[in-house]
């Protein structure tokens, strides 16, 4: 019986590594899939891992249709057993009402991978609409960590190094100080500011301090907030 499967995870948790080696291992098996992104950090129609991994995937759109892509191609005598649907968060709930139907109605495996909250601590459209459609929801098991050593459990947007709570939900750029692709730039008073990602404990996440403000305010942790 096919399955809706949603795998989420903060940044940096190894959801496209994950993607990736569940394609490998089904391909493996004698099956066939379709593999799909959105807004990939790599700029590209692409599924990227930052182990250095890469494979060509199909990149959707605000009108893309899960169900047309399927139903066209199995018409044209194409095996279709599987999608792997990477940078979930980014679509629309009508699509993942598609990746549903896709599912119930065509018995296609369908594994989709995002992370739940945006730099807000709110969560994505698609992400909303995943945990309440999916069979099943699996949370990764690698670990991502906060500057303090606590594990990470929210994703913040830094511009300069400082976090930020307001602005567009969807700019794309990579992990503050990891990977290999430099940060987006915005535009502030005509002049360029580095726009990265974090992520955050809680704690430091409700209190906006990100490694780089940290280490400006030359803090360390203490068992009682001294000094608050």
């Known amino acids: 019986m096919a399955e809706l499967v949603f795998f989420t995870g903060t940044m940096d948790s190894g959801k496209s590594t994950l993607a990736l080696q569940m394609d490998y291992n089904h391909r493996a098996g004698g099956r066939l899939g379709l593999l799909f992104t959105r807004h990939d950090r790599s700029g590209e129609a692409a599924i990227t891992s930052r182990l250095g991994l890469r494979t060509p995937a199909i990149e959707v759109t605000s009108s893309s249709s899960f169900w047309d892509e399927v139903v066209r191609r199995r018409t044209h005598g194409e095996e279709v057993d599987y999608l792997i649907c990477d940078e979930a968060q980014f679509y629309r709930a009508e699509q993942v009402d598609d990746l549903a139907r896709v599912v119930d109605e065509l018995e296609v495996d369908v594994y989709a991978f995002g992370i739940g909250t945006d730099f807000r601590a709110r969560l994505f459209e698609g992400s909303q609409r995943l945990v309440e459609l999916a069979d099943r929801i699996e949370s990764l098991q690698v670990p991502t960590l906060c500057w303090c050593g606590r594990r990470a459990t929210h994703n913040a947007r830094t511009v300069g190094g400082t976090m930020v709570r307001t602005g567009e939900q969807v700019v794309v750029a990579d992990i503050t100080g990891r990977g290999t692709l430099p940060p987006a730039g915005v535009m502030a008073q005509g002049q360029p500011v580095e726009v ?30 001294f000094g608050e």
């Open 196 to 225: 990265g990602y974090e992520t955050l404990c809680r704690r430091h996440y409700m209190a906006g301090r990100t490694a780089a403000t940290a280490d400006v305010m030359g803090e360390g942790e203490q068992l009682l907030p």
